[in-house]
């Protein structure tokens, strides 16, 4: 289960107390992630996650966020320089496929650019939103930077509504 704060009115403070019940009903039972963005964020997930999930991120900034993870890490209770685990890393790789697939993943970019906490997020790659991302001809060759940097990649398909075509492709060039 992945936590994300949202729109809460204090972020930080919403998803650590949501975990710890979490954490205090389940028990280790549960495997408990915080959605992170920002250094704040990055740093409580990597103090209080079993996993981090990052979206709409290059491989230079989720190395960026590797470095705040471990940041938060080391504050953990009771932990050592190299005593308690990492959190897994994950991210949304987004791959724009179709004749349309620069445009899809413009379309769905700008819409999260929108929401302030992303346009903060893009703002600090210095990257323009719809450029954050692949088409299905760059797949292959452009998630070996991704592999470096993710311990688990999650291929998120954005495509044309209606056409199972595009996401065979994409399948295809994947597979491996």
Same mark, same amino acid.
């Given at each position: 289960?992945?936590?994300?704060? /949202? ?12 975990? *710890?019940?979490?954490? /205090?009903? %389940?028990? !280790?039972?549960?495997?408990? =992630?915080?959605?992170?963005? =920002? ?6 997930? /990597? ?12 491989? +230079?900034?989720?190395?960026? *966020?590797?470095? !705040? ?8 209770? /009771? *932990?050592?320089?190299? =005593? ?5 890393? &994950? ?9 349309? &697939? $620069? ?9 999260? &650019? ?7 997020? %893009? !703002? &600090? ?7 954050? =991302?692949?088409? $299905? ?6 998630? +070996? ?14 495509? *044309? ?5 595009? %996401? ?9």
């Amino acid at each position: 289960m992945v936590l994300g704060a /949202g729109r809460a009115p204090l972020p930080l403070e919403a998803v650590e107390e949501t975990l *710890s019940q979490l954490r /205090g009903r %389940f028990g !280790k039972e549960l495997t408990l =992630g915080v959605a992170a963005l =920002g250094p704040a964020m990055c740093r409580l997930a /990597g103090r209080i996650g079993d996993l981090v999930f990052l979206n709409w991120a290059t491989p +230079q900034r989720i190395q960026w *966020s590797r470095t !705040k993870l471990d940041e938060g890490t080391r504050k953990k209770p /009771g *932990s050592t320089e190299d =005593g308690e685990p990492k959190p897994v890393v &994950a991210a949304y790789v987004r791959v724009a496929m179709g004749e349309m &697939a $620069e445009q899809l993943l413009e379309g769905e970019a700008e819409t999260y &650019a929108k929401m302030p906490h992303y346009r903060r997020h %893009f !703002k &600090a790659m210095d990257h323009r939103p719809g450029i954050i =991302g692949l088409n $299905e001809q760059q797949v292959a060759h452009s998630l +070996q930077p991704y592999d470096k940097v993710l311990d688990e990649t999650v291929i998120r398909a954005v495509a *044309s509504p209606g056409s199972l075509e595009p %996401f065979i492709a994409l399948a295809e060039a994947c597979a491996p």
